[in-house]
């Protein structure tokens, strides 16, 4: 609740301090004494637009200080947490000021804030309603806030929201898949293609440098062919190296038997030479006869080495990493039919995350439209003594199209009403006139005290153009939603002023050869003599007394 408002050359006002009660505050006085400027002071301190006009003739700035009491709620233990402010002794204390210069500055807990920050933490803790700023009515997202408070429909909300949040998530990913296989889908003729050479060629890791090697043997093969035709005809020719061998066998085995002894070893040495002269001679013959035995086979050679070398250039890496390639692609082709079953399945899921969410989006919607007749009927039986006998009151409901669903369900929810039968329905704010307009928002504020969360609210002349019952039936109502949050109300109506446990007084003086706007707390014999006034006028009379008594006793 707001505790104390403190103002200093603001417009009229010089220095005011003033403290503030839980309940019902009145603030009175004559026509032009400067009601309005505590409004707007407050509406300042709470984020409303300044200028330079606002700051008192002669002064360098104004400044006005709001210190509320908490409960802290969520949304507001939020807002602190996002300006790491501290509270002090549980409190809230708001400072603004605007210079001669017109520029603005704004203190939460003393810590510097933007005016955008002020502005929503002044939305946790008062409203400001006056006959022609009726913002809950005119804004029908706030129709719906209303609605589910006095319905009290939080586990439900909280399950839509939940499931709404679900079928988002896999919506998600359905779409992100989607552009990724769309990407991935371009390419697939591609891969295909790239696949196909590489199955056709098959390379192996090693395979260059074996096929390079052969190829430099083929490229040579005459010159050798000459070179290894010429050792095997020194080694297997007549005269040879063979046949000089076999010569020196023949001859040491005549003189065997003579010179056993020392011919024996030379004789082992002639045939080990014999033997390995023939092994020689046979690979000779072997090899003249591979380099015979395929012509083509250069070419053959040729065209795999030059593919293999072509297919790594194609695919930018060296030759020997054609089979890492190779996998490479065969998993992205796999991914992407893989793909394909994945978002079969992600459809699927959220196909069914869909049709959990209108499942209960439905059922969130039956249950509103349930508490909306109780709301309208509440209403309604508010607006009869409220000198709106002849108005009605209703909720409306409109399936929004599925692009426009959000978590909060899947309805747009507003109010219309109308102020005499046979007349169409229609927007509060366009049907009716600046006090009616108050007094239907007075009547939805008594059916919703109870729900509402913010703690203090203000209203502005409610009472305007009605006397009377009316007024009494006013002040009733909004005695009543003081019982369940802080109520400052300005009223010209003396049956609203008798109904308050604060009672402050707005004067307009000279003082210095300046106007300036005063405030005080009336006390009891001052309240009866205000409420004497508001009833009879300048000259106050005995009965007007006996009257505001009458009333204050009421």
């Given at each position: 609740m707001l505790v104390s408002l403190s103002i200093s050359n603001f417009l009229l006002i010089d220095t005011l301090s003033l403290s503030f009660e839980q309940g019902l505050t009145t603030l009175t006085g004559e026509t032009g004494a400067g009601k309005s400027i505590?409004?707007?002071s407050l509406s300042l301190a709470l984020g409303a637009r300044g200028s330079a006009t606002l700051v008192r003739n002669g002064a360098d700035k104004a400044t006005i200080s709001a210190v509320f009491d908490l409960p802290l709620t969520d949304r507001l233990s939020a807002l602190f947490e996002?300006?790491?402010?501290?509270?002090?002794?549980?409190?809230?204390?708001?400072?603004?000021?605007?210079?001669?210069?017109?520029?603005?500055?704004?203190?939460?807990?003393?810590?510097?804030?933007?005016?955008?920050?002020?502005?929503?933490i002044g939305q946790e803790l008062l409203e400001i309603h006056g006959q022609f700023d009726q913002h809950l009515l005119l804004e029908t997202a706030n129709h719906r806030l209303m609605l589910d408070a006095f319905a009290e429909l939080d586990e439900?909300?909280?399950?839509?929201?939940?499931?709404?949040?679900n079928w988002k998530e896999f919506q998600q990913k359905r779409e992100n898949l989607e552009a990724s296989l769309q990407s991935t889908q371009n390419q697939e003729d591609y891969l295909?293609?790239?696949?196909?050479?590489?199955?056709?060629?098959?390379?192996?890791?090693?395979?260059?440098?074996?096929?390079?090697?052969?190829?430099?043997?083929?490229?040579n093969v005459e010159k050798l062919g000459q070179s290894l035709s010429t050792a095997l005809h020194a080694l297997d020719a007549d005269g040879g190296a063979a046949s000089t061998l076999a010569t020196a066998q023949r001859e040491l085995e005549s003189c065997l038997s003579l010179i056993q002894e020392k011919a024996g070893p030379i004789t082992d040495l002639l045939n080990q030479m014999a033997a390995e002269?023939?092994?020689?001679?046979?690979?000779?013959?072997?090899?003249?006869?591979?380099?015979?035995a395929d012509p083509s086979e250069l070419t053959r050679m040729e065209d795999r080495l030059y593919a293999i070398r072509d297919l790594a250039r194609k695919h930018k890496v060296e030759a020997d990493e054609l089979p890492q390639k190779w996998q490479s692609l065969k998993e992205q082709l796999n991914n992407m039919e893989s793909?394909?079953?994945?978002?079969?399945?992600?459809?699927?899921?959220?196909?069914?995350?869909?049709?959990?969410?209108?499942?209960?989006?439905?059922t969130l919607s039956e249950r509103r439209k349930t508490k909306a007749l109780k709301l309208d009927e509440a209403v309604k039986g508010e607006l009869e003594p409220l000198k709106l006998e002849k108005?009605?009151?209703?909720?409306?409901?409109?399936?929004?199209?599925?692009?426009?669903?959000?978590?909060?369900g899947i309805d747009k929810i507003y109010f219309e009403a109308r102020t005499n039968p046979g007349m169409p329905y229609g927007p509060i704010p366009k049907i009716a006139s600046g006090g009616e307009l108050s007094r239907f928002m007075l009547a939805l504020k008594v059916v919703l005290a109870q729900t509402d969360p913010i703690p203090s609210m203000v209203f502005d002349e409610v009472d305007s153009g009605v006397g009377g019952a009316t007024a009494d039936a006013v002040g009733e109502r909004l005695f009543r939603l003081s019982k369940d949050c802080q109520v400052l109300v300005v009223t010209h109506s003396p049956q609203v002023a008798a109904r308050a446990s604060q009672h402050f007084l707005v004067e307009k003086t000279d003082q210095n050869n300046q106007t300036v706007t005063t405030v005080r707390l009336l006390q009891n014999t001052e309240k009866q003599e205000e409420i004497a006034r508001?009833?009879?006028?300048?000259?106050?009379?005995d009965q007007a007394r006996e009257a505001a008594l009458s009333l204050m006793a009421g």
């Open positions: 505590l409004l707007d996002e300006q790491d402010l501290e509270l002090h002794d549980d409190q809230i204390i708001i400072r603004r000021s605007i210079g001669a210069d017109g520029k603005s500055r704004a203190f939460v807990n003393d810590q510097a804030v933007s005016i955008s920050f002020l502005k929503n439900i909300r909280a399950d839509v929201r939940q499931t709404y949040q295909r293609h790239a696949l196909a050479e590489f199955e056709a060629l098959s390379p192996q890791e090693g395979e260059e440098a074996e096929l390079a090697e052969k190829r430099t043997l083929l490229m002269c023939g092994e020689a001679i046979s690979s000779l013959q072997g090899i003249l006869e591979e380099l015979e793909g394909e079953h994945n978002l079969d399945e992600l459809r699927r899921q959220e196909q069914t995350a869909r049709e959990n969410f209108t499942v209960r989006a439905t108005a009605d009151f209703v909720t409306r409901f409109e399936l929004l199209p599925e692009d426009s669903w959000t978590e909060e508001m009833l009879s006028g300048a000259q106050i009379t």
